[in-house]
């Protein structure tokens, strides 16, 4: 008897290292962004007008997640399996909702990757980021924040009577709230996947999305194309790949072989014509694998291998398990690359239906068509969608995870509704306490205990409630944060240096104005506040907890990479001579302390000053 789709909670235990706390210091500094193009003049209109959209500068208000482990040991992680008759998916709501395993029970074959491993590296926009499964890419070009974060999931009915699975949170980088509908059709040996993005806003705003598709190496990856996008990548000594170009050039799509042979990571964006349906598959050596298509809205596809040199190679075994059989990705995005973002018109949305599932084929594109088209006619993947979609605004049955506040907050700020996506109330935190706070009162309150500095709220609505909050320590430092991401970095360091004068704790503005120092040019500058910073913060931390150590180990990094930026100066005291920073009594300013008789003893330096001090 047929069994339409059901969800269960499960636990998958696997090696896993920790990923530790987020890093509390905003992340103040530009994205270190190689994927630019500078030389746009051949390329086809809207894909040059795309590229230059909107890209993202800044990571606020996410925070960096580096504060993961490389130690694994085996570890239970919360999944949620759906499943009919013919198919098994295994979700990880907490880590993104990436599917990690997508096994078509027939046949006893896994579809995908699937990671042996939990290894986080730093791959993703903010830091963390893990191999292997199905990803969903929101947010601007790289892997998503949320690639190790929760989402909220719940129960929603399906088109076809079965059970549906809703991901859905809210993007902060962009401020979009995005869901993903996961279910299985009676019978059906594909997994149907609806996705829609919104924009909530009064305004345009830039919008990016890649499924990311982990398959074994060893595929023949077929695709209706002929040509491919590929960003030029020249070579160093002895061949070494030393970067991006900044400039896309077309080629023709690559052979099984020359993937193959490819001595470096490379990223293939096929050129798929407008009236071809969209699809590609990775078969192996006998013609079974996985195939994903979907409706026409998502236009891309893409090919990433890591490549057979000894930095893919490595590459592969710290992400996965040294002998176990590497991976490469087919991915399918919304514009033709993922340089570009696309346009979200004020108060729109957008969605699409995507389908993956077994397919069985000769090596050739044409032949692999057709056996698609038998299995799963293109004209089966558009009911669907225009099935799926009145459903899209079901309101949620059952809990099954929970995400993060910063939806409910968002969603208070603005009276938004939101069907189908409800952020609810119960879901704020105490992250969001303070911001809730001023929203209600338009006051930011000043922290009842010493603690490290929480998390910053940047966009435009934000800061206009910050500029006319009464002007405390802790809102001039929210407000420097804020007036930095939009670009005004005269009054953010005024907001700072206001904060200097009655702060509590100095170290988080001494820190940002560190930043502001090295942006500028100002390295030895940069290095005595990073000193008088990490000091104070040393003096002021009040416990071995996860909070403090994340803050000591963010600002100790930061320092020191200031101090060995100015050199053999950078060991001298702020005097300038060969003397070591050093605190005085408690309240004191810090001073320069000088070795004496021999070095037996030390005492304050009395030598004239070789340059100002801070």
């Not at 929603?156 to 962009?174: F, H, I, K, Q, S």
Request: net charge neutral; hydrophobic share 35%.
């Amino acid at each position: 008897m047929a069994i339409v789709t059901t969800i269960r909670r499960e636990v998958l235990t696997l090696p896993a290292a920790e990923l530790g706390p987020d890093n509390p210091l905003p992340p103040l500094r530009p994205l270190d962004e190689l994927h630019r193009v500078d030389d746009r003049d051949d390329l086809p209109s809207q894909m040059a007008r795309q590229i230059g959209y909107e890209p993202l500068r800044s990571l606020l208000p996410v925070r960096l997640r580096d504060g993961y482990e490389r130690v694994r040991e085996p570890r239970g992680i919360d999944a949620l399996v759906i499943e009919n008759d013919r198919l098994r998916a295994t979700v990880l709501p907490g880590l993104g909702g990436r599917i990690a395993s997508l096994l078509h029970k027939p046949s006893g074959r896994e579809l995908l990757y699937r990671n042996p491993v939990f290894q986080p590296a730093a791959f993703a926009l903010n830091g963390a980021w893990f191999s292997g499964g199905i990803e969903w890419n929101i947010g601007a070009t790289g892997h998503t924040t949320l690639a190790c974060a929760p989402l909220h999931a719940a129960r929603v009915p399906a088109p076809d009577g079965g059970e549906m699975l809703r991901l859905w949170e809210w993007e902060r980088l962009r401020d979009l709230p995005f869901q993903v509908d996961l279910w299985m059709p009676d019978g059906s040996d594909f997994l149907y996947v609806g996705v829609r993005i919104r924009n909530p806003h009064a305004k345009p705003v830039p919008t990016y999305w890649w499924s990311n598709i982990a398959v074994p190496e060893r595929r023949r990856i077929l695709v209706p194309a002929e040509e491919a996008w590929l960003p030029h990548c020249p070579k160093g000594a002895g061949g070494a790949p030393i970067g991006y170009e900044r400039r896309l050039r077309r080629v023709p799509v690559p052979t099984y072989e020359e993937t193959r042979q490819l001595p470096h990571a490379a990223d293939y964006f096929y050129d798929l014509p407008d009236a071809r349906r969209r699809w590609v598959a990775a078969l192996d050596e006998d013609g079974h694998g996985l195939v994903q298509t979907s409706t026409d809205v998502l236009r891309g596809r893409k090919l990433f291998v890591w490549g057979s040199g000894p930095g893919g190679r490595r590459w592969q075994e710290w992400l996965t398990e040294p002998g176990t059989d590497g991976y490469c990705e087919i991915q399918a995005g919304l514009a033709r690359t993922q340089l570009e973002h696309i346009r979200l018109d004020p108060e729109s949305e957008v969605s699409w239906l995507e389908a993956y599932g077994p397919l069985n084929s000769p090596p050739q594109v044409g032949e692999a068509e057709a056996r698609l088209e038998a299995v799963l006619p293109r004209a089966d993947v558009d009911a669907a969608y225009a099935a799926w979609k009145p459903h899209a605004d079901t309101a949620p049955g059952e809990s099954l995870a929970t995400g993060s506040g910063w939806g409910a907050l968002e969603v208070l700020c603005a009276d938004r509704k939101l069907p189908g996506t409800p952020f609810d109330d119960s879901t704020l935190g105490e992250a969001q306490e303070p911001w809730l706070e001023l929203l209600r009162s338009g006051v930011l309150p000043e922290p009842r205990r010493v603690r490290p500095p929480g998390e910053t709220l940047v966009a435009p609505h934000w800061r206009d409630m910050l500029e006319t909050a009464p002007a405390g320590p802790h809102t001039e430092y929210h407000l420097g944060v804020a007036q930095w991401h939009a670009g005004d970095r005269a009054q953010a360091v005024r907001s700072w240096e206001r904060a200097l004068e009655l702060a509590p704790s100095v170290w988080p503005l001494l820190r940002c104005l560190a930043v502001f120092d090295q942006e500028v040019g100002n390295g030895e500058r940069a290095a005595d506040r990073y000193t008088e910073a990490f000091d104070d913060l040393c003096r002021e931390r009040r416990d071995a907890g996860e909070a403090w150590t994340a803050a000591t180990a963010a600002l100790g990094r930061e320092a020191i990479e200031a101090l060995l930026a100015v050199g053999a100066r950078g060991t001298r005291g702020r005097c300038g001579h060969d003397c070591v920073p050093r605190r005085g009594p408690a309240g004191s300013r810090p001073g320069c302390w000088s070795p004496r008789a021999g070095g037996r003893r030390r005492g304050p330096c009395s030598r004239r000053a070789s340059r100002s001090p801070t």
